[in-house]
């Protein structure tokens, strides 16, 4: 059983991989249908063609998503997007509840969705991930930070990213440091509001010390 108990306005850092540790994400296409389903289904509404919309996905300026319907899901969320990074037997998010039951109704639909394309795809069926998805409730903004700090520090423990972690595009640093692609379904500001500037924040990001030692969460 579940021993996190989902609160509004409360914050929580949620994490899942794969069965076995096996990578749930083999090509670009998954990573980009998994974006675009973190992205997206922070609210119940239903939107058409959604393998038209992803097949035309562009790294640097995301989803073409007509802004009705990118109103329409930023105005019936049911929880806000802060943070993210996929790796490619796990991912990381951080979200805010907004509204009650949002991070399971969220995360339900994400992981149910993506479950049913995986397996479809590639021809394989039952689980594919390593059980409930794990949530870790924010207790404080120094917390708040440091897990900002650890999601978006993840990619450095791929061949060829270290030091170039701005430039991973299945994470939202570079929404922090540069332009964010999805301004109204990805809400970075708890935490840049805190800098000075993007620039700021990303000399913090580099200094900073988390991913040096593992969490429970690992």
């Known amino acids: 059983m579940r021993k996190t108990e989902f609160s509004n306005e409360e914050y929580y850092h949620l994490v899942n991989r794969g069965v076995g540790k096996k990578n749930i994400f083999t090509n670009q296409s998954d990573y980009t249908r998994f974006l675009f389903l973190i992205l997206n289904y922070q609210s119940p509404i239903t939107i058409n063609n959604p393998s038209r919309i992803i097949k ?25 997007l802060v943070a ?9 998010i951080l979200v805010k509840q907004t509204e009650d039951k949002g991070v399971s109704r969220y995360m339900q639909r994400i992981q149910n969705a993506y479950t049913k394309y995986f397996n479809t795809k590639y021809q394989t069926n039952g689980h594919l991930f390593q059980g409930p998805f794990r949530a870790n409730r924010v207790e404080d903004n120094d917390q708040l930070l440091y897990l900002s700090a650890y999601i978006h520090k993840n990619s450095t423990e791929l061949p060829g990213w270290r030091k170039r972690e701005v430039d991973y595009q299945w994470s939202s640093l570079g929404d922090y440091v540069k332009e964010n692609r999805w301004p109204k379904l990805l809400k970075p500001e708890i935490i840049l509001e805190q800098f000075n500037n993007k ?13 040096e030692t593992p969490t429970k969460l690992d």
């Open 56 to 80: 035309n996905f562009n790294p640097s300026s995301g989803f073409k998503i007509s802004d009705k319907t990118e109103d329409g899901v930023a105005n019936s969320r049911y929880i806000e």
């Open 84 to 92: 993210f990074c996929l790796m490619p037997n796990h991912f990381h």
């Open 199 to 211: 620039q700021e924040y990303q000399e913090w990001i580099k200094d900073n010390s988390a991913k």
